[in-house]
């Protein structure tokens, strides 16, 4: 049986118009080992930051507002 989870934050920076998404309720300073670029050919801007242990701990999503559900961004 699962645990109850918060759900995901999400911060919108509208004058870059980038998201950030966080899979972890905190992503300490330094807690970041790498950050992997999406191949934008694929899908656009999209950055994965990695844990020490390779675990996706969040992402940044380029081109927010055409790139994710508008229901989940502030207006």
Do not use: K, W
Not at 10 to 32: C, F, H, K, M, R
Not at 42 to 52: P, T
């Amino acid at each position: 049986m699962s645990t109850p989870r918060e759900p995901l934050r999400i911060e919108y920076d509208p004058e870059a118009n980038a998201a950030y998404i966080y899979l972890t309720a905190e992503i300490p300073a330094g807690s970041v080992s790498r950050t992997v670029c999406v191949d934008p050919r694929e899908i656009g801007g999209v950055n994965l930051d990695l844990d020490d242990e390779g675990r996706i701990i969040g992402l940044e999503v380029l081109d927010a507002r055409q790139m994710l559900p508008r229901d989940i961004l502030p207006t």
